[in-house]
């Protein structure tokens, strides 16, 4: 079993940052695919990053050029780094990791303040 424990979450103002962290409880990230999803309230819970086992990352194009996603192996972390927050960014993120099952994390509420 995997577990997941995300970190970072908080309220800032448009145009902060924030930066989110995911550990995973077992050395996996290596070959695993992770990533961020996103989800508002009444909304569909949608893709906002991913990186491969191969570093090859992948962006909404709501949130290209603002967000940076980044994993470090022997640490089995994965961080999203998100500059120029706007108020359409709040929502709870979801850290996602894929490694031969899907496996979620508990989810940290970002808001950010119009």
């Known amino acids: 079993q995997v577990q997941l424990v995300e970190s970072g979450g908080g309220l800032v103002q448009t145009g902060g940052s924030l930066r989110l962290s995911c550990a995973a409880s077992?050395?996996?990230?290596?070959?695993?695919?992770m990533g961020w999803f996103r989800q508002a309230p009444g909304k569909q819970r949608e893709l906002a990053a991913v990186i491969s086992s191969d570093g090859t990352t992948t962006y909404a194009d709501s949130v290209k050029g603002r967000f940076t996603i980044s994993r470090d192996n022997a640490k089995n972390t994965v961080s999203l780094q998100m500059n120029s927050l706007k108020p359409e960014d709040t929502a709870v993120y979801y850290c996602?990791?894929?490694?031969?099952?899907?496996?979620w994390g508990q989810g940290t509420q970002v808001t950010v303040s119009s």
């Open positions: 996602y990791v894929r490694v031969w099952a899907e496996y």
């Open positions: 077992r050395s996996i990230f290596s070959i695993a695919t």
